[in-house]
């Protein structure tokens, strides 16, 4: 029992510091606003419809998979922060165990994350995206297994680094490659072979396989293949998470 | 031996903060740490609530291995940090209420010991402002408030009356020392200040270089070290004769005061005047755990100026 009121602690103190702190939660609305009326609209006005849908359409599912993808990943810096201001040696000498630490954490990231699909949910009903209850349920819990998946990446690389500027530095070399080979702004089909063997073997492109699947009806690789790619690439990242708070 | 370390060793590259130190304190004890800036205390703290690991040696808290057995470690323990480690953007409450979750105050009593504590500290008012909002000394006695909270079998406090004013000193080593009596609680503290070593420490030690230079009841140790000082003004000064009075422990010389610390000031203190002749000046006073500080640790700057510190020894030559 205490281990779950541990959690609960951590993750209670990381949602309560997202909602007072202000440039957090405001550009937590704008910045997804951004991509699809900047991105989607500017773009899609000379781009053709891909697969029978407008491009500002098609991309959305892999605008809902890229915004949780940076917001997931940069969470991770607030772990740096947290040790820098010495907040975190609170939670590291109590009786809990590092792996509740870490769920808490983690738990508080998704949260960050899954407040701005709410946001790009309600926007998807203002440009007409077909969703129906059982497609709002499904790409819920998609986007929380990716975003399951990124703070967990976010989180090893702050628990492995001592200053912020060393995590964006860091963090840019693992967020910008894994959206630009996921597929989020193209198909995966008809790509040059070297660019797909680099797609495949990127986590996030099952995810954005799997999104748009959900929303759109376009499947490359079967829903059960990404979801299972998903959990499996989730769980090993909690792994190494879990082990890096132990030796924090 | 609720605290127990053997050649307890941590390095930070060149640095040798904790330098095999061996250190046993007993349950329900209130044991003071003192030592200079950068002496190590912090750092054997740090070890021994688990949030360093030794670089070799080995300890125990509570009859658990520091390395091997951290959970039971952290299960028993409770630490105000030198640092300020509580969250600026939740209230005073908040920040109690959680440290209530994550050290497993049993729900019973939780919102019973919050009151409690914030009362102590006497914080009641601001208790549901944010933390940014408090000055220095509030969000110190909020650590505090926090620290104790949950009643930890042995407590690590690292400069706790850091910053506060005398009435809230006052006020918390009275109900630590309660605590420390009522639940049998082990203390162990760190502080710069001497007075407070002495009125609260069953017994003290003073590290230097992550080493430990003495250790004993402040009593012991100014009795041993110190004793009473006498300081006087004489025409004719003859140090060696007085050196050699088997009552005398040690004279210096500052400033044309000679500094003569003796055992026991009520039985040889006449007897003193006869061998010094005759004098301007005379005062005697009872010595203190400052002056057994620095005694050990000698590195009083104002020292270094009036007799020559090594540099200028140096420097003369
Ligand atoms: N993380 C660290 N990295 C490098 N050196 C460190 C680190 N922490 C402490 N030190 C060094 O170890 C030595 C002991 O430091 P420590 O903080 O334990 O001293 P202290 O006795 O607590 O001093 P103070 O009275 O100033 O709090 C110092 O020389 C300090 O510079
Ligand atoms: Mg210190």
Redesign the pocket.
């Known amino acids: 029992m205490s281990e779950i009121e541990g959690i609960y602690a951590v993750w209670l103190r990381e949602a309560k510091i997202y909602i007072r702190e202000k440039e957090r939660l405001i550009s937590s609305v704008i910045s997804p606003l951004l991509w699809i009326f900047g991105f989607g609209a500017g773009l899609g006005s000379t781009v053709e419809k891909i697969s029978g849908y407008p491009y500002q359409i098609f991309i959305y599912p892999g605008i809902m998979v890229m915004t949780v993808l940076f917001t997931s990943l940069f969470y991770g810096v607030y772990i740096i922060w947290d040790r820098k201001l010495d907040f975190l040696k609170e939670v590291l000498v109590a009786p809990i165990s590092r792996a509740s630490v870490f769920a808490g954490k983690m738990l508080g990231g998704a949260t960050d994350a899954m407040v701005q699909v709410v946001y790009l949910i309600i926007i998807g009903f203002f440009i007409s995206i077909p969703f129906t209850p059982l497609v709002i349920l499904e790409a819920f819990l998609m986007l929380l297994l990716i975003s399951i998946a990124m703070v967990s990446i976010g989180l090893v690389i702050g628990a492995n680094l001592k200053s912020p500027e060393g995590f964006s530095l860091v963090i840019n070399f693992v967020m910008w490659p894994m959206f630009f080979f996921s597929g989020a702004l193209f198909p995966v089909s008809n790509l040059a072979p070297w660019l797909s063997a680099v797609t495949y073997i990127n986590p996030l492109t099952y995810g954005v396989d799997a999104m748009r699947g959900i929303i759109l009806g376009i499947n490359h690789f079967p829903i059960l293949l990404d979801a299972g790619v998903l959990v499996l690439f989730a769980a090993i990242m909690m792994e190494i998470g879990i082990l890096s708070f132990r030796r924090m | 031996m609720v605290i127990k370390t053997e050649a307890l060793t941590k390095t930070?590259?060149k640095?040798t903060?904790?330098n095999e130190l061996n250190l046993e304190v007993n349950e329900g004890e209130i044991f003071g740490l003192l030592?200079?800036?950068?002496?190590?205390?912090?750092?054997?703290i740090?070890m021994l609530c688990t949030i360093l690991k030794p670089t070799s040696g080995r300890a125990w808290v509570n009859g658990f291995d520091i390395v091997k057995e951290q959970g039971k470690v952290r299960k028993s323990i409770g630490i105000v940090f030198?640092q300020a480690s509580v969250d600026d953007l939740l209230t005073g409450r908040e920040n109690l209420a959680l440290h209530n979750l994550l050290f497993e105050v049993p729900k019973a009593v939780r919102s019973q010991r919050i009151d409690e504590v914030l009362s102590i500290v006497n914080l009641e008012k601001r208790a549901d402002d944010f933390v940014n909002t408090y000055s220095g000394g509030m969000r110190r006695r909020l650590e505090l408030a926090r620290g104790i909270m949950h009643h930890p079998k042995i407590l690590f406090l690292?400069?706790p009356t850091l910053g506060l004013d005398p009435q809230t000193r006052d006020h918390i080593w009275d109900y630590i020392k309660d605590l420390a009596q009522k639940e049998c609680m082990t203390i162990l503290l760190?502080t710069?200040y001497m007075d407070e070593a002495e009125q609260l420490c069953d017994r003290v030690a003073i590290?230097d270089y992550?080493k430990i230079v003495a250790l004993d009841s402040p009593v012991a140790l100014k009795k041993k070290i110190i004793g009473d000082v006498v300081s006087l003004k004489q025409k004719t000064s003859d140090i060696e004769r007085i050196r050699k009075l088997d009552y005398v422990i040690k004279v210096e010389e500052k400033e044309g005061v000679l500094l003569i610390s003796i055992k026991d000031a009520g039985k040889h203190l006449q007897d003193l005047l006869l061998n010094t002749g005759p004098i301007d000046f005379v005062e005697v006073r009872r010595g203190t755990l400052n002056d057994v500080f620095l005694h050990y640790t000698g590195r009083d700057i104002r020292e270094a100026e009036a007799e020559g510190g090594f540099w200028e020894r140096v420097m003369k030559r």
């Open positions: 930070f590259g640095i903060a904790v030592g200079p800036n950068g002496a190590g205390k912090t750092t054997l740090s030198q690292d400069e760190t710069h590290i992550g």
